[in-house]
């Protein structure tokens, strides 16, 4: 297990693809931090997204430019977990980790983008009654999130976005959606313009 996963902390799980990495999962991922009352946040590189198409790059160069650009940070690091539990969904990963960590507090972030259509993820109501999760806005993405199949199901779950610092110290069901200052990277994009793991 990652050594960010010692007994009582409170620990951020931001999974994907990160094909490649960016500043903005490096912002989503600090403003957790403080939002979210967290103590560590660790990037779950999965070996596929099985919501894309294609294949992303190795794993292992993944990682690598994911651990470069964070350059690092104190308390953000960077796991291959799903790689070597061998899950392919959430769902699945964080049963895994809850069973192996029970005196881990986990909480699952995500971009609003993905909020939008996470009703589509496997067993995703698993997902929100087994953790807490975070959801930081994207552009374009605010309204759509907040209007969302998961949101509107589990809308008693919610915690306002003031009590925010809470999220990493409550039970499941329960998750959060806070404003943040946005960047407009995307991976797609950088994939497309052959900006693999830029940092600009």
């Known amino acids: 297990m990652p050594s960010a996963f010692r007994p009582g902390a409170r620990v951020g799980l931001l999974g994907g693809s990160f094909d490649p990495p960016h500043m903005g999962h490096v912002q989503l991922s600090r403003e957790a931090l403080k939002r979210f009352g967290l103590d560590r946040v660790v990037w779950l590189v999965s070996p596929g997204n099985p919501l894309k198409p294609h294949p992303p790059a190795p794993l292992a160069e993944r990682v690598v430019v ?3 650009i964070l350059g690092g940070h104190p308390a953000i690091s960077v796991s291959d977990i799903e790689d070597r539990l061998g899950t392919r969904y959430t769902a699945e ?7 192996l960590c029970p005196r881990v507090r986990f909480t699952w972030l995500m971009g609003a983008d993905n909020l939008v259509q996470f009703h589509r993820w496997d067993n995703w109501h698993d997902i929100l009654d087994r953790v807490p999760v975070g959801v930081l ?3 374009g993405h605010r309204l759509s999130a907040q209007r969302s199949v998961a949101a509107r199901t589990y809308a008693d779950a919610r915690i306002p976005a003031r009590a925010s610092r809470l999220l990493g110290s409550v039970a499941a069901p329960a998750w959060c959606f806070v404003n943040m200052p946005m960047r407009p990277d995307s991976s797609s994009a950088l994939r497309a313009d052959g900006r693999w793991g830029s940092k600009t």
Do not use: D, S, V
Request: aromatic share 0%; proline share 8%.
């Open 66 to 68: 994911a651990e470069a």
């Open 93 to 99: 990963t964080l049963a895994a980790l809850t069973g």
């Open 137 to 139: 806005a994207r552009p």
